[in-house]
């Protein structure tokens, strides 16, 4: 099962990656995760990687689709794998697109969660981590017993910098801004299902095993 799932900060595409993972037993694949390993491991696109990164810049293209390129002919991705995080643009998506059929593959699916991004706000805003043990609640969906307290130690709860709102907004604008051209491209492709975000965490799942079962 090789696919690729799509949606905002905060839509849910951990929770449902590590999910998918289980069940169909392949690897999640996500670009920041890879890039670091790249660099550590010292492999040839990791070098470049490096060079780019020590210098300050941002690493183009064609390195981070060649660190793609080498983790998904890693033996674990046999029998498929989960994009999370990439592509991002077009311009990496038909990069992807040229990459699988190098390699003799090709995507199943294509599968984008949809939230409210005033709801995504609201998720986002809320998360609290302990400083002690770095257990997380939510203010509204999963609260402390007393606020501003770790139920389990008793640490202060804090927020993120990456969880206060104009940060937050930024994301989703970028995301908006780079990504979304991505669910025209693929729904050209006939490889777009869409899912609501919105619904519960189980019968989001559900929805996406439906849609995988049937591709």
């Known amino acids: ?54 210098a300050g810049g941002l690493v183009p293209d064609e390195v981070v689709v060649g660190i793609v390129r080498e983790r998904l002919q890693k ?50 805003t809320g998360r609290r981590t302990c400083r002690g043990c770095g257990k997380g609640y939510h203010i509204k969906f999963d609260p402390p017993g007393e606020a501003g307290r770790c139920d389990a130690c008793g640490g202060e709860l804090f927020q993120r910098e990456d969880d206060q709102e104009t940060t ?8 908006h801004q780079q990504t979304m051209p991505l669910i025209d491209y693929y729904r050209r492709d006939g490889l777009l299902s869409a899912v609501d975000g919105m619904l519960p965490m189980d019968a989001v799942r559900e929805r996406i095993l439906a849609i995988l079962q049937a591709a």
């Not at 392949?26 to 550590?40: C, E, H, N, Y």
């Open 168 to 175: 937050i907004r930024n994301r989703l604008q970028v995301y």
């Open 1 to 54: 099962m090789k696919l690729i799932l799509l949606g905002p900060p905060g839509a849910g595409k951990g929770t449902q990656a590590k999910m998918l993972t289980e069940r169909f037993d392949i690897p999640q694949i996500s670009t920041g995760d890879i890039l670091r390993a790249a660099v550590k491991e010292g492999t040839p696109m990791g070098v470049k990687a490096k060079a780019f990164m020590d």
């Open 75 to 124: 033996p674990d991705c046999e029998k498929g794998f989960i994009l999370d995080g990439f592509p991002r643009t077009e311009a990496q998506a038909d990069a992807l697109k040229a990459t699988l059929a190098s390699l003799g593959k090709e995507l199943d699916a294509v599968i984008s969660l949809e939230v409210d991004t005033e709801a995504l706000v609201e998720r986002l």
